[in-house]
């Protein structure tokens, strides 16, 4: 039997983070958090350090931009509950260093379909506003969009998060 996959979606600040942190707090199990971005720049470093004080220290941190299934192999040890965030960071991480975003994506599905500890997948809804005006972030919408497909097709519990209010899709 595998463990329950939950996936929480929404959009920027809309809470989906410190919700799904707190669905992996109240599972009394270990917290492990596998963060996908990266300190690119200043805004970038503050938005980190504000989800690490938010955390504290009970968290176990595994930093990984690129090999996600391996990072979640990794954290995968009995006790434990596994929040990925986010998964778009991670799309985009992919889409930077031209890496076959389909495999990856492919991959980790199958992970999470034989996953032996609970996992917690956070990412951005981004197919939701209007139609980006240049190629590369069109690719970017099309292919989240699908991999969100993927992912949601798999899982056992599904979120919306507006506004810090979560609403269960699935």
Known sequence: MTAEITFVLGGVRSGKS????????????????VAT????????????????SRRG????TIEEPLALVDALQQASNPGRMVLVDCLTLWITNLMMAEANVVHESNGLVGFLQEASVPIVIVSNETGMGVMPMNKMAREFNDIAGSVHQEIASVCDAAYLVTAGLPQRLK
Do not use: C, N, T
């Not at 992996?24 to 958090?33: C, E, I, N, Q, R």
């Not at 220290?57 to 176990?60: I, R, S």
């Open 57 to 60: 220290e009970d968290w176990q």
């Open 18 to 33: 410190q919700f799904a942190e707190g669905l992996v707090l109240k599972s009394g199990l270990k917290p492990v958090y």
């Open 37 to 52: 971005g990266r300190a690119s720049d200043d805004e970038m470093l503050d938005r980190i350090e504000l989800h690490q």
